[in-house]
Every structure is written in C-alpha cells, then in structure tokens.
C-alpha cells in the first residue's frame, strides 16, 4: 500500500496529499513500483531495491505494513517478498503469519532457510546474517565490498553501514546466497567474481611459498654441513692433542 506521512502536531489534514507528494518526489526510490520490479531478480537488482530506502525508519518487530515500519527481518522480507515477489522462508508475501498483517520470518529463519545457501565470501545481493534470537540477531543485504543496507536501529533507522562491526557482540556471521538468483558483481578481494586475477594471485602466493621453502631447505643444509664440517675438525683437533 502507497505509504503517507502519519499525523504530526500542526500538520492540517489538507497538507497531507502534498507532504505525500513531495516526499514521493524527493524519494521515488521508496516506492517499489519502478523498472527494478520488472527485471528479472539478480544480486544486483536485490542490491539496487535495498538501496532505495536509505534514509526510512526502524520500527523493531514492525510487520512492513509499510516502508520505515520495519525492523532488520521484515526489512529483508520486504524487499524479496513484496517488492521483487520471492518467497520467502516457510511461504510468501502477504499469506497469514506473513508481512504486510505479521512481522514474519526472523534472523534465524533466513540463517536456515533452504531457499538459500551459505556461502564463505559475499557477493552483491547476498545477505548477511548475524545469527541469533531477537535483538541478539541482525540482517542485512550485501551492497559492496564490507557493506550492507539494513533496518538497523530506532536512531539511525534504514542505512548503509559496515558489515563487520555492525551486528550484535558474539552473532557469527553468515552469508546467505538465494537459490536460483545470480549473484551480482563480485566484490575485489572478497572472492566469488573476481575473474582469472584471482587466480593468478593465489598462484604467485604459491610460488612464492616455494621458493621460500625451498631456500629454506638449503639454508638448512648449507648450515648442516658447515656443523658437520666443523665438527670434523674439531674431532680431529681432539685426536691430535
């Protein structure tokens, strides 16, 4: 549903269509009735939605009735679920227990979601999850290298923040990758995209390695021989003497 600014002291209600106005034209990306919800999903769409509610609010366990009345979960649900049509974990946009009428999946829901899956490095559109029950819990969605759009708190509301360092002391992290979306660009030195460069990195590293074994070895056996050698002196210096 479109949303509208709620009832502030001195504000009339025939100032509301045009407050509604101008915030729909200051932020358009808000609303999700854009070219993102035709594309076919991807990392990056996922990313580009997210993106465009930096700025809205944090209501914590807010069904995402609509946009800003959310917390970090419905957040998430609301960009899968209801701007870009996934399912979500246990079922879909706007069934019962489910966003916009009930908050809907948690953190740990989405940590153990078999419609996606856990991956060691993050890509675009992936999402970060500190696993954990209520506030001991916080998601997000990858946007860049270390970074993440989420519903964080009451005071800094929906923003783009670091990823690590911004979930609760002591959640492990885990990044989860939807089945069946493409993931969006890799993020540089993260892995997961990073093309033949990557690869040729890792074997320079194992050269490298090698040959700093390998010197090793005949460091050490240069050393030995030299020990033998001037044990064999010293041995003959005692049988003379």
Not at 47 to 58: P, V
Not at 184 to 206: C, E, V
Request: charged share 10%.
């Amino acid at each position: 549903m479109p949303w509208e600014p709620l009832a502030a002291p001195g504000v009339t209600p025939e100032w509301w269509p045009l407050a509604a106005g101008a915030a729909r034209r200051a932020a358009g990306r808000v609303f999700p009735n854009s070219a993102l919800a035709n594309k076919p999903p991807s990392g990056t769409v996922i990313a580009q939605d997210a993106e465009r509610y930096i700025g809205l609010g944090y209501v914590y366990g807010g069904d995402a009735s609509q946009p800003g009345v959310w917390d970090c979960s419905s957040f998430v649900s609301y960009v899968l679920g209801h701007d870009l049509g996934l399912a979500l974990p246990g079922g879909r946009w706007g069934e019962p227990g489910f966003p916009p009428t009930s908050h809907g999946p948690d953190v740990e829901a989405y940590a153990s979601w078999t419609g996606a899956v856990t991956v060691p490095t993050p890509e675009v559109g992936d999402l970060a999850c500190f696993v954990g029950v209520g506030a001991s819990g916080h998601i997000g969605i990858v946007v860049g290298n270390n970074l993440m759009v989420s519903a964080l708190n009451t005071s800094q509301g929906t923003c783009k923040t670091p990823i690590i360092g911004y979930g609760p002391y002591g959640a492990p992290l885990e990044y989860r990758r939807i089945l069946g979306i493409p993931p969006g660009p890799g993020i540089p030195g993260r892995g997961g995209g990073g093309g033949g460069g990557t690869s040729s990195g890792n074997a320079l590293i194992a050269l490298m390695v090698v040959g700093a074994m390998a010197g090793a070895v005949v460091l050490a056996a240069g050393l030995a021989g030299g020990i033998v050698a001037a044990g064999s002196v010293w041995l003959a210096g005692k049988a003379m003497s």
